[in-house]
């Protein structure tokens, strides 16, 4: 098997290369640098340079493979809709092109994007994108399947591990120019995490077993309390640990309140079952006390 992976150089991305290659699985990695180019060559994959949104060279990619893994997504918060309908555009070139194949698709959204009183699970569904920016690369892949496109959600929680980038450096940024380590209220709101190895072999699961089931969730720990991860950070940084009220928040996490309230409680059962997916790696605390000071 031949895979097209977007963002080959990403967090994400890179771990689910190294996954495949490990596996014994040819991959052909999109990346827009030439560093990028140079890193992801030394990983034993093949190489296409360009950008996500050029629709000629992401066809060039999904027709010369035999499934294509997308993890590409823009993270600048500042045009985070546009962001989400370019994922959009993406996953339908994507289906424009596989059409007819059976070729597996594999898109990326995130368990953060649903709410319920219980454990999400890979049964719910997002609300309409009109509300839920992210929500648009879901549509998009249930599109997909209805065209008859062998198309599969990962819905990741924060994701955690060496070369970290995403929320957790950002709140540990945000503490310390802030000099204390925060929380809002009682702290009690829980973050659902997955080691960036487990999350990549799930990936592989999908394009291995191509099951009925179309939603998958790589949780491996269901929901860790916000002031959990406070309190590690105070410990690691000696930062106090501060409990902010709700303008105290506005405050300290600025743009990333939405984020650092969030109550993400989310299942993997299902997926587990479905796939015989296992999370191998140490958990989210552990691993900020241990790798990200």
């Known amino acids: 098997m031949r895979v097209f992976v977007t963002g080959a150089s990403g967090f994400v991305g890179s771990a689910v290369v190294n996954d495949l290659i490990a596996a014994g699985i040819e991959v052909l990695g999109l990346v827009r640098s030439q560093a990028s180019a140079e890193k992801l060559k030394d990983s034993g994959a093949q190489i296409l340079m360009g950008d996500i949104n050029d629709p000629e060279i992401i066809r060039k990619g999904a027709t010369s493979c035999d499934a294509v893994i997308h993890t590409a997504f823009n993270h600048d918060f500042s045009r985070y809709k546009e962001s989400c309908e370019d994922d959009r555009k993406v996953i339908e070139i994507f289906t424009d092109a596989l059409i007819g194949t059976q070729k597996p698709l594999v898109i990326t959204s995130g368990v953060g994007i649903l709410r319920s009183e219980k454990a999400i699970t890979e049964d719910d569904t997002p609300t309409s994108s009109a509300s839920v920016p992210r929500a648009a690369s879901e549509e998009a892949a249930l599109e997909a399947r209805s065209k008859g496109v062998n198309a599969y959600i990962v819905r990741l929680p924060i994701v955690h591990g060496k070369d970290d980038h995403g929320f957790i450096p950002i709140v540990i940024g945000m503490d310390k120019e802030n000099e204390q380590s925060g929380y809002i209220g009682?702290?009690?709101?829980?973050?659902?995490?997955?080691?960036?190895?487990?999350?990549?072999?799930?990936?592989?699961?999908?394009?291995?077993?191509?099951?009925?089931?179309?939603?998958?969730?790589?949780?491996?720990?269901?929901?860790?309390?916000?002031?959990?991860?406070?309190?590690?950070?105070?410990?690691?940084?000696?930062?106090?640990?501060?409990?902010?009220?709700?303008?105290?928040?506005?405050?300290?996490?600025?743009?990333?309140?939405?984020?650092?309230?969030?109550?993400?409680?989310?299942?993997?059962?299902?997926?587990?079952?479905?796939?015989?997916?296992?999370?191998?790696?140490?958990?989210?605390?552990?691993?900020?006390?241990?790798?990200?000071?």
Not at 207 to 213: F, S, T
Not at 239 to 246: D, F, M
């Open 186 to 293: 009682d702290g009690l709101n829980r973050w659902p995490g997955v080691h960036r190895k487990d999350a990549a072999s799930l990936y592989r699961l999908i394009l291995e077993k191509q099951p009925e089931q179309a939603v998958f969730h790589p949780v491996a720990e269901e929901g860790i309390h916000f002031k959990e991860i406070a309190r590690v950070i105070s410990e690691n940084t000696s930062l106090p640990l501060k409990r902010l009220t709700e303008d105290e928040a506005e405050a300290h996490f600025t743009w990333f309140k939405h984020f650092a309230a969030m109550d993400g409680y989310a299942s993997s059962e299902k997926t587990q079952k479905v796939l015989g997916w296992k999370p191998q790696q140490i958990g989210l605390l552990e691993d900020l006390s241990k790798n990200y000071f």
